[in-house]
């Protein structure tokens, strides 16, 4: 079996927007697709430093997000700021687990994988590492699908505190750990984004 | 990296080369900006970090960790973070962590205490802590000194979070129904309450009681306080009178204050010192008692009737009130006479009392009983007497009764014995008795008798009467009738005597009319006697008259 070569290897580019395929001949940095004026590039630029520099503000976002209270709820019974975490344990031992399950796993999980997952995706591009590469391919997959699952915490303190207005019986205001939450969520998104999985699949010159 | 040439190179397009000027290396400032709101939260946090406290309570009811809060005049200041037994086991210490601008709240004297409902008469409190959980209450205070460890109060101080105003403490025997945050009355306003009572080693009760400025200023050196709990009802001249401060006052009991008496004013009084606290709006307006002095009353009658307390008056004047009823037993006459003791305050005579101090003859006990020795000898005398003919219940009276007998007066006894008199409303009886006695005693059978016959007697002359006098009588009548009517006639205006009686007077009465004339010519002319009457000139016009005028 002839050995897969890349589309440089045979001197083309592709305009990933028209399909045009052009010559690689000009190595200079911008080059536009004659066609559709699209921006032809061979690996998307800057993919990994962007990559991991929107992950490295998704991790520290990621900090207040667990540390800052999500939202407040006030009502008869009291006031109470919760966070994350403790919202979890407060559904876990009341007995509503699998609700506790759901925002563990949109919560913690997702993003901790997605933090892992964009993580090993990056160390193994910079090794130009030839192992697994369709696994870590499919990774990638995941890791683009799972990542809007995340805004689930949003959009449970949005529409709580849209629809728990009851003034003295009872009301929930959003924290501003909700807003960190957010932005974790849109950071690794976007770090996901910016990620050229080409790279999985380059070979080392 | 090679570059292999593609047959086929010619027949594709050439890309079109630009400069590229955007390098997206502004990527990096998102991890920074990220890092740098964290690094700003860290910040503040530790920023804001306050002290951590430590209260030791005796029991923590309703704490919990985390969730109870520190509140300073209802803003949350801190929240609890760890509740721990004490290494002694004795208390529980309530670990808080306290937002940094409570920090200088702390301070030595600072008091914090468990916010529970707490549901009086007069006050319904912490309500809210029904539903939403205890909280830990706090009132800071003056000390200069800072500190960490409290020991927190098991009640809520009666004041918290100083109100403007004045603290003042009264003595009294007896507080009364007085509970901590019962009403203070200044004339049936609300401007204060009770905030502490004690009972004082001698017995006597302390109550502080808070006056809230600015009703702080009607607190005077004259001013009186009284227990204001209950209702005074009072049946007098103008009715039936029911007065009280405030139903909240009936109920929990309460305090009011007035201005005292002027003339009572204490020399050099300061508002600092302690207040009495009086039973009732008339004691504390009453001047002041002064010391009571005692006598005892030796009574050789029953005194039903006689209560202890009942008022002893001296000249109609309440002075004091009898404070004991004995039965005595004298040995000489094997006889049980009542004996009174009475408290007496010469200070309530008034005016007299100032009289006889001027003269000193109330210096010490022995002037006293001097001068009570000549009383005694004007007449001075003790003297149950009936205050209400309806209730039948007695009085003492003291008063001058000169009539009653000489007794000896022995000065040194302690407590005097004033000599008594028997009640006037038992002479009353002793004579009404003694007269019954009397009109037992009539010979009623001989009387009756003897107007038997009498009353036989004046039958028969009756009867007589009635049997020879009155036809006489009726005879003698008749006569009479006849005379008066002979007189009638002749006494008639158409009869011969009237007739000629009439001309006769007519006659002289123009006698006495020439008489007068003559009379009055002789006043004008008494010259007429000797030269006879002149011609008269009758003048007929007023023009004659005014011309015969003239000469």
Redesign the interface.
């Known amino acids: 079996m002839t050995p897969l070569r890349q589309s440089h290897e045979l001197g083309l580019s592709l305009c990933r927007t028209c399909g045009l395929a052009v010559t690689r001949a000009a190595r200079a940095a911008d080059r536009r697709c004659p066609r559709c004026q699209s921006r032809i590039e061979q690996r998307t630029p800057f993919s990994t430093e962007m990559t991991l520099a929107l992950l490295i503000a998704g991790i520290v976002f990621y900090i207040p997000a667990n540390l800052l209270p999500v939202m407040h709820t006030s009502g008869l019974l009291g006031e109470e700021d919760s966070t994350i975490l403790g919202g979890i344990l407060e559904f876990w031992r009341a007995g509503d687990w699998d609700i506790a399950l759901l925002i563990f796993i949109a919560s913690v999980a997702v993003p901790f994988t997605k933090f892992i997952a964009i993580g090993l995706l990056l160390f193994t591009v910079r090794q130009n590492s030839q192992w697994q590469q369709h696994q870590r391919t499919v990774l990638y997959r995941i890791v683009e699908f799972i990542g809007y699952w995340s805004m689930l915490d949003v959009i449970v303190v949005a529409l709580t505190a849209a629809l728990m207005q009851f003034q003295v019986l009872g009301a929930a205001e959003p924290r501003g750990g909700i807003a960190f939450f957010c932005a974790v969520v849109v950071v690794t998104m976007l770090s996901a984004l910016s990620f050229d999985p080409r790279l999985i699949w380059d070979r080392p010159a | 990296?090679s570059?292999?040439?593609?047959s086929s190179?010619e027949e594709?397009?050439?890309?079109?080369?630009?400069?590229?000027r955007w390098?997206?290396?502004l990527?990096?400032a998102?991890?920074v900006?990220?890092?740098l709101?964290?690094i700003s939260?860290l910040v503040r946090n530790w920023a804001n970090a306050g002290p951590r406290i430590t209260i030791s309570f005796l029991s923590v009811e309703g704490v919990q960790v985390g969730?109870t809060l520190v509140k300073y005049r209802d803003v949350t200041v801190g929240r609890v973070s760890a509740v721990d037994l004490s290494a002694d086991h004795q208390a529980v210490l309530v670990s808080a962590n306290l937002s940094k601008d409570a920090a200088s709240l702390l301070k030595a004297d600072t008091q914090f205490w468990i916010v529970r409902p707490r549901i009086g008469v007069g006050t319904v409190s912490g309500l809210e802590t029904l539903?939403?959980?205890v909280y830990i209450g706090m009132e800071t205070g003056v000390a200069t000194r800072r500190e960490r460890q409290f020991v927190g109060l098991e009640n809520p101080p009666a004041l918290a979070h100083g109100p403007h105003g004045r603290e003042l403490q009264l003595q009294a025997a007896r507080a009364g129904s007085l509970a901590i945050g019962a009403p203070v009355y200044f004339r049936q306003f609300q401007v204060g309450r009770v905030i502490d009572e004690n009972l004082l080693p001698d017995g006597n009760t302390r109550v502080t009681v808070f006056v809230d400025a600015p009703y702080d200023s009607f607190v005077k050196p004259v001013t009186r306080f009284w227990n204001a709990s209950g209702v005074d009802v009072r049946l007098g001249a103008d009715g039936l009178n029911v007065k009280t401060e405030s139903f909240a006052a009936v109920l929990v009991g309460g305090v009011a204050f007035d201005d005292g008496p002027i003339e009572t004013l204490p020399a050099a009084a300061g508002i600092a010192g302690d207040f009495s606290l009086y039973k009732s709006e008339t004691e504390a307006m009453a001047p002041p008692d002064g010391d009571p002095r005692y006598v005892r009353m030796r009574f050789a009658q029953a005194l039903r009737g006689l209560e202890v307390g009942a008022p002893v008056e001296f000249v109609g004047v309440n002075i004091g009130s009898v404070v004991a009823v004995d039965l005595g037993y004298e040995r000489k006459d094997n006889s049980f006479p009542v004996i009174v003791t009475a408290k007496v305050y010469p200070r309530r005579m008034g005016q007299a009392y100032e009289a006889l101090a001027a003269q000193g003859k109330t210096e010490s006990e022995a002037t006293l009983a001097t001068f009570v020795g000549t009383l005694v000898h004007r007449g001075l005398r003790a003297q149950p007497r009936s205050g209400s003919l309806l209730t039948g219940k007695l009085y003492i009276a003291l008063d001058f009764l000169p009539a009653s007998p000489r007794v000896a007066f022995d000065a040194s006894l302690q407590p005097l014995e004033l000599p008594t008199v028997n009640g006037s409303f038992q002479e009353l009886e002793a004579s009404i008795g003694a007269l019954v006695k009397k009109v037992n005693d009539l010979p009623l059978g001989q009387i009756t008798a003897d107007l038997h016959t009498d009353l036989k007697d004046l039958h028969e002359t009756m009867s007589e009467i009635h049997t020879r006098v009155l036809p006489n009588a009726a005879d003698t009548l008749s006569a009479l009738h006849r005379t008066l009517d002979s007189a009638n006639r002749t006494l008639d205006v158409e009869s011969p005597l009237q007739r000629g009686l009439t001309d006769t007077l007519s006659e002289s009465r123009s006698t006495l009319q020439a008489v007068r004339e003559l009379a009055d010519y002789l006043d004008r002319h008494p010259d007429s006697l000797l030269r006879g009457r002149r011609p008269q000139k009758v003048p007929h016009t007023p023009a004659a008259l005014s011309s015969d005028a003239k000469p």
């Open positions: 990296m570059e292999p040439t593609p190179d594709l397009p050439t890309p079109v080369v630009q400069n590229r390098i997206p290396r990527v990096w998102v991890p900006v990220a890092a709101i964290g939260l969730k539903l939403s959980g």
